[in-house]
């Protein structure tokens, strides 16, 4: 299974705006489609996570 | 928002800190797993009884030395940078041929590479087609090489100083092949 790179776009675009580093993000975008699914999954699930423990803080 | 506000909002930066510090430390674990196993795929490229692929991501992957202290965010741009670097030798040594091929050439050959956002990208443009699941990792590392000069010297000279331990100052013999 392929991850979706729109998911990766949006999850990235929150991420910045709670000041994550822009240019390392960047870099997992542009490999994001040279990874295998299984490495697609893991960045996902790493940048989901680290999204959805933001939001708590809120 | 007015002081009293103010005062009854919890301060969480230091929590948002840590919760991305964390996150940063897990994708830097996850860029050294890739890159380990890019330079994997390409060891059945490699003559039996010499572990190149190995010994190049040992040399310029891991730990940097204990006077050097990086913050998790550095560590992971260090794992990036590292980790490309450590495909590029792989790369560099495949066009060597199995006689030339023993731990000292090995070695001296890495220790001699001009190594930097530009050999990266070098290393990715000779591996396009040949291998495709490696040459566009390589050259987009090298653009994210390019913005950060100083990790990519630490990582040379942390290379560097590990390939002459490996190669000679720690009694290996250096026509000894290393085994797989």
């Given at each position: 299974m392929t991850y979706d790179k729109q998911n990766l776009d949006e999850l990235i675009e929150k991420l910045l705006k709670f000041g994550e580093d822009a240019e390392e993000l960047g870099y997992w975008q542009s490999i994001f489609d040279d990874l295998e699914p299984g490495e697609q999954e893991a960045l996902i699930s790493n940048l989901r996570d680290e999204l959805e423990k933001l939001e708590k803080l809120k | 928002m007015n002081r009293f506000e103010k005062l009854q909002t919890p301060d969480t930066s230091r929590e948002r800190e840590t919760i991305m510090e964390n996150a940063v430390e897990d994708r830097g674990n996850l860029a050294a797993r890739i890159f380990k196993s890019r330079v994997a795929d390409l060891a059945g490229n490699f003559i039996p009884g010499i572990d190149i692929p190995k010994m190049a991501f040992e040399a310029s992957i891991g730990k940097t030395s204990s006077s050097e202290r990086l913050s998790k965010r550095q560590r992971t741009a260090y794992a990036i940078i590292s980790g490309g670097t450590a495909l590029a030798y792989t790369l560099q040594l495949l066009g060597m041929t199995a006689e030339a091929v023993t731990l000292r050439t090995a070695v001296a050959g890495l220790a001699q590479v001009e190594f930097g956002p530009e050999f990266l990208r070098e290393a990715g443009e000779k591996a396009r087609g040949k291998f495709p699941r490696v040459a566009p990792i390589l050259e987009k590392t090298a653009n994210y090489a390019a913005e950060k000069r100083e990790l990519v010297a630490l990582c040379i000279k942390n290379a560097q100083e590990k390939l002459r331990r490996m190669g000679?100052?720690?009694?290996?013999?250096?026509?000894e092949k290393l085994s797989l």
């Open positions: - | 000679n100052l720690e009694g290996i013999p250096l026509d």
